[in-house]
């Protein structure tokens, strides 16, 4: 049995909009600060489409080398490169036509998990950006995840849109389900876009083995199976099965955030946005881009209502005093001074995407007001004489945290 998505690219939806921003508003700054390694940028768009939709909107491909046109145009570096290579085996035909006017690109009539190993062949001095947003889940093979974690490049970094309910839905399928809770699996405001030749997972040793495949392991089947016998909400499940999905990353990758894309509060994300990279400085532009997307997905999902709290990307009330106090104690194993930009993002791993990046400055700037830890600013005097007391690092100021 097959779903198909023939008009996905008739009209640009809500949710494809928020994920193409997010992309869009990370690679800015992304490729602005990787062109100063003077190290060549690969960027691959694994699954590009068409490039456009049919009502003219841009698709990934546009917007990602628009981006790439203009930061080449104003960058500084020395020597400035960036290469583009987008994969489908559908759409390439139409990729040729929409993208014609862009150089410097290749277009790959294939499959992304049978060409990409010889795509990211000998590309040890270069900087990799992987855009992976498949339709459906069955060519998010783990174990090519877990390969680009081992190549030997300059940086890689991927960005993946994984439908994290909708592997729940399918484990569900999978294994021994009722009907009650197979019910809750089959909303239609959930329903799946995925590729016309894909199959759904049936009952059968292959499937729950291409399942472990996706998932990384078999935690999954504890999971479907304690929503099974409901000792478990939907909700929660998702949520449970997309942070330990994280933590099968952070065995290849330091640093893996996630965004779930919900257009409605209490509903389950339509997708997961998980943005993987062993630098702390892709975390921290991650962590910021993912804030801000924050309130723009929050005005679709109030309708720009006004809310009484603060909400982080999870819908969960931003509480502060329970952040301040994990932050002490995650201050505590620093006993040398520290960047700051690590001790965030090391807090992140930790506790999750759980307030704005302005909310832990302010935590920090309340802590070195009160003495609790050591803040050391490199140089600590500003241009004009005054001290320097910003907790934002600037090219040329490096910011350090230590316990006190």
């Given amino acids: 049995m097959s779903r198909k998505n023939d008009d996905f690219f008739v009209a640009k939806r809500e949710w494809s909009k928020v994920k ?32 456009k939709f049919d009502d003219g909107t841009n698709g990934s491909p546009m917007i990602a080398l628009g981006i790439f046109e203009e930061c080449l145009r104003i960058s500084n570096a020395r020597t400035p490169s960036i290469s583009s290579c987008f994969i489908d085996s559908k759409y390439a035909e139409e990729l040729h036509v929409n993208l014609s006017q862009f150089s410097n690109i290749t277009i790959i009539d294939g499959r ?18 992987l855009y992976i947003d498949p339709f459906g889940i069955k060519s998010l093979d783990f174990n090519l995840f877990k390969y680009f974690g081992d190549i030997r490049c300059n940086s890689i970094e991927l960005l993946i849109n994984f439908n994290s309910f909708g592997f729940l839905r399918e484990a569900c399928r999978a294994l021994p389900v009722d ?17 016309n030749d894909e199959e759904m ?50 065995k290849k990758f330091k640093y893996v955030l996630s965004m779930p894309i919900r257009l409605k509060q209490g509903q389950q994300p339509k997708y997961r946005m998980i943005h993987a990279s062993n630098h702390v400085e892709g975390c921290i532009l991650m962590f910021d881009n993912i804030t801000k997307r924050k309130q723009y997905l929050g005005d679709i999902q109030t309708q720009g209502s006004i809310t009484l709290f603060e909400m982080n990307v999870e819908n969960e009330v931003v509480d502060t005093p329970s ?4 932050f002490i104690k995650h201050m505590r194993q620093y006993s040398e001074f520290t960047n700051i930009l690590k001790v965030t993002a090391d807090f992140i791993m930790d506790y999750g995407v759980v307030c704005d990046p302005k909310d832990i400055r302010v935590i920090i700037a309340n802590l070195e007001r009160e003495n609790a830890i050591l803040v050391r600013r490199t140089p ?9 007391k910003s907790l934002i690092p600037t090219r040329g100021h490096i910011i350090e945290l230590r316990n006190r």
């Fill in 201 to 250: 997972f049936e009952g059968t040793t292959k499937s729950i083995n291409e399942l472990s495949e996706i998932a990384g392991g078999d935690y999954w089947k504890d999971i479907a199976t304690r929503l099974k016998k409901k000792l478990i909400s939907s909700y929660a499940a998702e949520k449970e099965f997309s942070s330990v999905y994280c933590k099968q990353l952070q």
């Fill in 380 to 388: 600590c005097i500003n241009n004009n004489g005054t001290p320097y």
């Fill in 20 to 51: 193409d921003d997010l992309l869009g508003c990370y690679l800015k700054p992304y490729t602005s600060k990787i062109l100063f390694t003077n190290k060549p940028l690969m960027y691959v768009d694994c699954f590009a489409g068409k490039g």
């Fill in 179 to 195: 009907d009650v809770v197979r019910n809750a699996y089959e909303d239609d405001a959930f329903e799946d876009e995925v590729d």
């Fill in 323 to 326: 952040i301040r106090l994990n």
């Fill in 112 to 129: 992304y998990e049978e060409v990409i190993r010889q795509i990211l062949e000998n590309k040890v001095n270069y900087n990799i950006f």
